[in-house]
């Protein structure tokens, strides 16, 4: 197919953000779309064929756009930008649809919003469901944007309390009795929960808000008799509960609550043979109404690109291993029977 040429303006003080740091972001779109890309004082001259061209312009919209509405750039905007010009359900307008939507604002007065059409897919069945399952790989926000979400209704009055809960089991490792009270054994189990809501909320505004019995942080176990009404509801690490802990959480759900259920299937800590909570949730309340399962995949992964690369090769492997397992399973071919055969003739 024969070339054609394209123009993008871009204005000077968007420039740089958008080409990226020695126009990395620029090279990256010039290798993803085997396109040629000059510019020229912001005017950038995009050569290629016309399919690929375009694709480029307009990912090259996309993160203007941004750049526009305030963000600094970063390599996983790029590379979701580019991710997204190679899907078909994908409209030229949802990265900044996507945008738009600011959860609550932390700490510093950063803004907290989706960053994948995934995690917007993840918020919006929040929103509408009285119970949402956030499921998939390590870095697709499923615990900070649930956090972000709890926060912003508890600021807003629409519940009373928010209770966050995971299963106290060590990751693979024994770690022994700890020191300290209880609450000093119980804090290392629950630290990326901290962690979440330090960020959002602020440290001493959570003290004041815990000391009020208004944010609980507790382990599973004490969920257990309780009836939690007017609450935003957080289990974390879920893949690591049994089946009957996953019914008797789910249970504990008042009038007036909100439940979010996170967890990654690939990350369990279970005893070897034990079936996970999750999993079975998954299978037994798949369709019920007011309960939504959002599945968030390594293309909603927001940490570090390597992040990314490590779940994709990891997936890969876990695929390879099953495939190798089914064939190990089925039946033996007829060629195998046939030689079975011969040799006990003979």
């Keep these: ?79 979701y ?15 900044v649809e996507i945008d738009k939507d600011i959860l609550a604002r932390t700490a510093l007065g950063k803004p907290v919003k989706p960053k994948t059409l995934g995690q917007k897919d993840y918020v919006d069945a929040i929103r509408e469901n009285m119970i949402t399952f956030g499921i998939g790989p390590a870095g697709t926000g499923k615990t900070y944007l649930g956090m972000a979400m709890a926060i912003t209704a508890f600021r807003q009055q629409e519940v009373q309390r928010i209770i966050l809960t995971r299963p106290a089991i060590e990751a693979g490792e024994k770690l022994g009795f700890l020191p300290g009270d209880l ?51 957080i289990l974390d690490e879920a893949q690591n509960t049994t089946p009957a802990q996953m019914k008797m959480f789910l249970t504990r759900i008042g009038f007036g609550s909100k439940v979010i259920v996170t967890g990654d299937l690939t990350q369990k800590d279970l005893e070897e043979g034990k079936k996970s909570g999750l999993e079975d949730a998954m299978r037994v309340l798949r369709g019920v109404e007011g309960i939504s399962f959002i599945e968030l995949t390594s293309a909603d992964v927001v940490r570090h690109p390597l992040v990314q690369r490590i779940v994709n090769a990891y997936e890969k492997d876990e695929a390879k291993r099953a495939r190798r397992a089914q064939a190990m399973q089925s039946p033996r071919s007829y060629g195998e029977h046939r030689n079975e055969n011969r040799h006990r003739s003979e």
Excluded: C
């Excluded at 930008?81 to 990265?95: C, N, Q, R, T, V």
């Excluded at 290392?188 to 909320?201: C, E, F, G, Q, T």
């Design 81 to 95: 930008a580019i991710s997204l010009s190679f899907s078909e359900k994908s409209s030229g307008s949802d990265m």
């Design 183 to 233: 609450q000093s054994k119980v804090d290392p189990y629950m630290r990326p929960v901290y962690d979440a809501l330090y960020s959002i909320m602020g440290a001493e505004q959570y003290q004041a808000n815990a000391e009020k019995g208004l944010i609980e942080v507790a382990p599973l176990a004490y969920m257990r008799g309780r009836t939690l009404d007017n609450a935003y509801i």
């Design 1 to 79: 197919m024969a070339s054609v040429e394209t123009i993008f303006d871009i204005s000077m003080e968007h420039e740089q953000n958008v080409l990226g740091l020695l126009d990395s972001n620029l090279k990256k779109i010039e290798r993803s779309f085997h396109v040629t890309i000059i510019d020229r004082n912001g005017v950038l001259k995009i050569i290629g064929e016309e399919r690929d061209t375009e694709k480029a312009r307009a990912v090259l919209k996309n993160l203007l756009e941004l750049s526009q509405r305030g963000n600094d750039l970063t390599e996983q905007n790029v590379d």
